[in-house]
């Protein structure tokens, strides 16, 4: 039986779970338009409802040029497997909320017995926003763009007073593991491994390209549909085209976690 999983991810993707609009290559102007009026609910009552089926292949994971987490590179191979087009958006999440009343980890708080010594601050129900600094100490750690915010979590992304009214359609975010793998047993599905959101990732293309074309070779930001959004927000489903063999969206970017 080929495995499905669930892409719950900065916006979560789930391993035969579900997922929003059918991605195919689009004009990065009308990207936005596209998603406008989808609810964020995909098509179809079926299991496969909103997914692409990766064919299984070798291919090499990692990379030598990047992050040293990255590093080094080596052969896998992937059986196929059935993946999430897009991220699991809002109306997806809220969806399984009200059927199964669950709370999340940004909600609940982190357990002080688990977090020995951990701040009272850091104790209460919140989650980290990607916020940019007035002044980047390049030599300083990625901390500094990361602010903890008391009451936020995926209902209030941006905090108390934020919603996600009229964004249904947009990656559901400050989404812990335990809360991602909530979702997708609940859906009798499971995440993905590393190196199945990897494969899925490249499509097809196996040098460094998605994440080095980000620039061009002067070193400027390359004129993607991507670069239309402020890091510190998300983006309709839809809004990054897809340019995979599967029509599965583009996997680079961020969305903020627990």
């Given at each position: ?204 293309k196996f040098e460094e390209q998605d994440w080095m074309s980000a620039y061009a070779p002067d070193g400027t930001p390359s004129p993607t549909p991507g670069r239309a959004f402020s890091p510190s927000t998300t983006a309709p489903r839809k809004a990054m085209p897809a340019r995979r063999p599967w029509a599965a969206s583009r996997r680079t970017g961020m969305a903020s976690m627990t």
């Open positions: 039986m080929r495995p499905r999983l669930a892409l719950l991810c900065s916006g979560l993707l789930v391993l035969l779970g579900a997922a929003p609009c059918v991605a195919e290559e689009v004009a990065a102007d009308s990207a936005p338009k596209l998603c406008a009026a989808y609810s964020g609910l995909p098509e179809g009552t079926d299991a496969k409802a909103g997914m692409a089926f990766i064919p299984g292949g070798t291919f090499v994971m990692g990379s030598d040029r990047q992050q040293p987490e990255e590093r080094f590179t080596h052969i896998v191979r992937v059986a196929g497997f059935w993946i999430d087009r897009h991220e699991v958006t809002n109306a997806q999440f809220a969806r399984f909320v009200a059927a199964t009343h669950y709370v999340t980890l940004a909600e609940r708080g982190l357990d002080p017995r688990t977090h020995p010594g951990a701040s009272e601050d850091l104790l209460a129900p919140g989650s980290a926003l990607f916020v940019e600094p007035m002044k980047v100490d390049r030599s300083g750690s990625s901390a500094q763009w990361w602010q903890y915010v008391k009451g936020a979590n995926w209902r209030q992304p941006e905090g108390p007073g934020s919603t996600i009214v009229g964004r249904e359609n947009h990656p559901v975010v400050h989404v812990a593991y335990e809360d991602a793998l909530a979702y997708a047993r609940w859906l009798g599905h499971d995440l993905p491994t590393e190196a199945q959101w990897e494969f899925a990732a490249r499509g097809g």
